[in-house]
Structure formats: structure tokens, C-alpha cells
């Protein structure tokens, strides 16, 4: 599937994602995310076409809308970490600069309380916040094949991007979708983050471009309460998630299974 017919197909859909917000679930169907997508598609119209877009956003269904906005675009959007109080604002600050100064994109996506942490950091960068209500028109045609980015960790320097095409990731996720026996019964739910690969990959384009219901918890919230991932997954019906080594052995000691029903997961 082309991301153009993504895009024109998405309206049809039925639910494609929930999110855990302020300790309530909110779900969206595709008529509500493409109006959103639409939103950002001219919030973000004014950038050249092929520009890097830093997405650093908090948990949020913009987070998803907008990456998906710039794809509608063909900008180049990459995810990476967003601010928050696990994280030392200076640190912050200095790595983003080192991926700014090193990767040169035009536009940085960064929640409006977040938005001093990036003043500074480069006078061609443009800092946006949240996408305005107006649906200006917008001659763009959506592309069929477009790019998006990927960044390492940085943990042993300043992160390394690669670039990747739609039909790239379409592929991938059509053997991904088949080795998993994937069918449209099947429900994902995910607290990774969408700045590494399993987050991202497994747990938010796979779906998406599956047509399976997807449900995101924030990594800090999920962090601070394992145990909403198993109570969601029961509200939800969820039946695959995917986690590190270290997340199953904290959820196997932080969370009291006895009262918990598991059987509907089968990856």
C-alpha cells in the first residue's frame, strides 16, 4: 500500500488508535485522525519539501499525526526523545543541539512548555508547538513514497540517522504481518518509546499499516504503574505487544497476576 492510498483510505476506517491520557483512555476512529492529520498538513505546509523535521512531542495522538502530516508533505520526519522530569533540562538541551548542529533539520516539533529548552539552538531551525484549527487549503500533492528518519541512541556520541523510503517499510511490515499470522481480530497495545526501532516498527506502523487497533500508554506512566498495561489490555481485548527483556522480568515482579486474565495475548 502506497502512503497516498493510506492517506485516502484512512478517513473509512474504523477505531485505529487509543491512547491512556490523564488516566482515561481515548480512542480515535480514521474520520477524527484524518481531520487531525489535516490540521498539521497546513500547520506545516510552509516547509520545503524533503526538510528534516525533529518530532519531539510528548505522549499524544499529535505525536502520531504529525509524523504522518509530514509524510502527506514529503518532509522527512524523525522522531527523538522529548523533555521531561526524568531528564536534566541541560542534558536535554545538549543533545538536541548536537542533533541540530550535526543534522541541520528546519523544523523542530516540541510542546509549547517545553519550547525554552530549544531556544537557541540554531537561528534557521523554526520551533513549532501544536497544529492551529484552520484546514487551509493545501495544492501538495500526498506522495506515493515517501522518506522518513531514524536516529541511534547517541549513547556513545551524537546520534547516527538513516534514511528510509514507505515502500521500505511497507515491505518489512508485510513479512512482519505474515510470520506473525496477523488477521484483523488482532489488537496491539505498546509503552514504548517511538523513537527506537520495536516502538516504532512493531508497535505503531506495523499496526497501523495492518489495520489493527493500536493502544499507546506513555513509557513514563507505564514506568511508574506496570500494571496498566495488563488493565488496559483487558479493557481493550489486546492481543500483542512487544518489550525488552528487562520490562518483562519488572513486570513479572511488580505486578500481581492473580487477578489478571492473559489469554487473549498471543504475541
Known amino acids: 500500500m502506497s502512503f497516498r492510498r493510506f492517506y485516502e483510505e484512512l478517513p473509512g476506517r474504523g477505531q485505529v488508535l487509543s491512547l491512556r491520557l490523564n488516566g482515561e483512555i481515548c480512542s480515535y476512529n480514521g474520520r477524527q485522525l484524518h481531520h487531525g492529520l489535516r490540521r498539521w498538513i497546513s500547520q506545516l505546509s510552509n516547509l520545503r519539501e524533503r526538510a528534516l523535521v525533529l518530532i519531539a512531542l510528548e505522549h499524544s495522538e499529535d505525536l502520531i499525526l504529525s509524523f504522518l502530516a509530514c509524510l502527506g508533505l514529503n518532509l522527512i520526519p524523525a522522531y527523538c526523545a522529548h523533555p521531561s522530569s526524568k531528564v536534566d533540562p541541560r542534558d536535554f538541551s545538549s543533545k538536541l543541539g548536537s542533533l541540530v548542529d550535526t543534522h541541520s533539520p528546519d523544523a523542530l516539533l516540541i510542546d509549547s512548555h517545553s519550547i525554552d529548552l530549544a531556544v537557541g539552538l540554531s537561528k534557521k531551525l523554526r520551533v513549532l508547538c501544536k497544529a492551529e484549527d484552520n484546514l487551509d487549503f493545501c495544492s501538495r500533492e500526498v506522495p506515493i513514497n515517501p522518506s522518513f528518519a531514524q536516529f541511534s541512541s547517541g549513547s556513545t556520541g551524537v546520534p547516527k540517522g538513516l534514511l528510509y523510503e514507505w515502500n521500505q517499510l511497507q515491505e518489512h511490515v508485510n513479512v512482519f504481518s505474515e510470520t ?65 527483556n528487562f520490562a518483562f522480568r519488572l513486570l513479572s515482579s511488580k505486578v500481581a497476576a492473580e487477578n489478571l486474565d492473559l489469554s487473549r495475548f498471543e504475541c
Open 180 to 244: 506473525l499470522d496477523l488477521e484483523e481480530r488482532h489488537r496491539f497495545i505498546s509503552w514504548l518509546p517511538l523513537y527506537h526501532d520495536m516502538g516504532f516498527i512493531a508497535c505503531l506502523m506495523t499496526p497501523l499499516l495492518n489495520q489493527n487497533p493500536l493502544h499507546l500508554i506513555s513509557p513514563f506512566e507505564w514506568i511508574s504503574n506496570p500494571g496498566i498495561l495488563f488493565e488496559d489490555a483487558q479493557v481493550l481485548g489486546s492481543t500483542h505487544t512487544w518489550m525488552p
